[in-house]
């Protein structure tokens, strides 16, 4: 470990942390450009394959950003995304980055610094970065803002140069440092530990955007919210944020054991989609308006009526069925598609039901700061389940990959050990450990 690093374990002041200098070369999850073909014709591309460990050159700094030491961080299906090089390479994506010339040459690298999620302490800080310095303890949003795109000035989403950090750009989160813009950073809640705050920002974020801010469904008191996917990383803070917003939440779940978890996180209507004949799997999407009757008829005799708003990041297997089943006037808000980006649904009932479907990705920098502020009172709770070290970092990903696992799995960077990055421990006692980690008790794997 290099010296840096081990004086960011031993707490050292802010000037000591400055005045020692970073390592050439440090430890990182990363993507190899000349594996982009290995999975060509292989029915099952198992990604501890392609994702390895090991060391990476130190990058240049850039004005506007920060170098964080990055204690923990967790798996997000992106992360998957490019370790299959599916739909596309990312290095294709890091390429055309490299084109706007400048600092953004930096990203266009034989391997790629995966990652999406990350908390740590900052360790450097560029000469424009005026709101952060050395020392602060932050987590990062994978939101990565050109603040010189005027669109990105009304919402940083709408910035035609955004892109998602650690997937569509370079020096991700899965490694002992990362490189991020200021206009990343989000203060780490103190009552949480650093595996906690590293599971939060994609997930939270993007489920608060979908759910809560006015650019997404607006959820309101009263309001039936059918959440697809509900124990998994987005659809367990949804659930919250429903519940939270006066809302009645309905899960969707794929076994008894989810359900089972999902009711006892205070989730109102659980359903095991195998009752409804979508089974094990998730069911064929030509059968999409059967499957939205069936659900409809099981949550009408529940709460009797139609959901106002579908929760949807599943695609294809369930977007027609989302479509189908929230009631007149109802909205489908989706930002992503995991089973498959081509979705099939009878536009008769999109169209002559005055429903809509809204986009989302990610959060902007304001709806990040909103949501770690829910976090900050209790009113959310991490749902991080299983934790690996950085050096096994392809089992945590092949965990999602196949959907074996429950919440959120995160990855201990520099941290030796779990439990580590609380500075207020009394607002930890406030909300409450049982609380604070009721998720863990779920975890597939050994703790670490």
């Known amino acids: 470990m290099d010296i840096l690093a081990e004086a960011v374990l031993s707490g050292a002041p802010p000037e000591e942390l400055g005045a020692l200098p970073l390592p050439d070369r440090f430890t990182a999850a990363h993507l190899r450009a000349e594996d982009a073909g290995i999975f060509d014709g292989d029915p099952d591309p198992d990604v501890r394959r392609s994702l390895h460990v090991g060391p990476v050159p130190m990058p240049a700094i850039a004005p506007d950003e920060v170098v964080v030491a990055v204690m923990a961080s967790s798996i997000n299906y992106n992360t998957v995304w490019s370790a299959m090089f599916q739909p596309i390479s990312t290095f294709t994506a890091l390429k055309r980055f490299a084109r706007q010339g400048g600092y953004a040459t930096r990203h266009d690298l034989p391997h790629q610094i995966v990652g999406s999620d990350a908390a740590g302490v900052v360790v450097r800080v560029g000469d424009g970065v005026r709101h952060w310095k050395t020392g602060d303890h932050v987590m990062v949003s994978p939101a990565y803002v050109d603040d010189q795109d005027p669109g990105a000035h009304a919402d940083g989403m709408m910035g035609p140069e955004g892109r998602a950090w650690g997937y569509e750009t370079n020096f991700g989160g899965l490694a002992h440092y990362t490189v991020v813009r200021a206009s990343q950073l ?123 708003i579908a929760f949807d990041y599943v695609g294809r297997a369930t977007f027609g069925t989302s479509v189908h089943v929230v009631r007149r006037g109802g909205i489908v808000v989706t930002c992503g598609s995991s089973t498959g980006y081509q979705h099939q649904y009878d536009n008769r009932y999109l169209w002559m039901n005055l429903k809509r479907v809204i986009g989302s990705h990610i959060a902007n920098l304001q709806e990040q700061w909103d949501t770690a502020r829910l976090f900050r009172q209790g009113g959310l709770v991490p749902i991080l389940t299983d934790l690996h070290p950085l050096a096994e970092t392809g089992e945590a990903l092949r965990l999602v990959q196949t959907n074996r696992h429950i919440g959120k799995v995160g990855v201990l960077c520099l941290a030796p050990t779990e439990g580590l990055g609380v500075t207020d421990p009394e607002a930890r006692a406030r909300i409450g450990e049982e609380r604070l980690t009721s998720w863990r008790r779920h975890a597939t794997t050994a703790r670490v």
């Not at 650019?215 to 659930?239: C, E, M, P, S």
Request: proline share 4%.
């Open 186 to 308: 989000v203060p780490k809640p103190p009552h949480l530990t650093w595996e906690e705050s590293a599971s939060i920002t994609l997930c939270a974020g993007t489920a608060y955007r979908m759910l809560v801010s006015d650019r997404g469904a607006q959820i309101k008191q009263g309001d039936v919210v059918l959440v697809w996917g509900a124990t998994g990383g987005l659809g367990g803070f949804a659930v919250q944020m429903v519940k939270n917003g006066g809302g009645v939440a309905v899960g969707m779940v794929s076994s008894e054991r989810k359900a089972e978890i999902l009711r006892a996180q205070g989730c109102d209507v659980v359903i095991d989609r195998r009752e409804i004949g979508m089974g094990d799997g998730t069911g064929d999407p030509a059968d999409a308006i059967e499957y939205g009757k069936r659900i409809g008829r099981r949550i009408r005799a529940e709460l009797g009526e139609d959901p106002r």
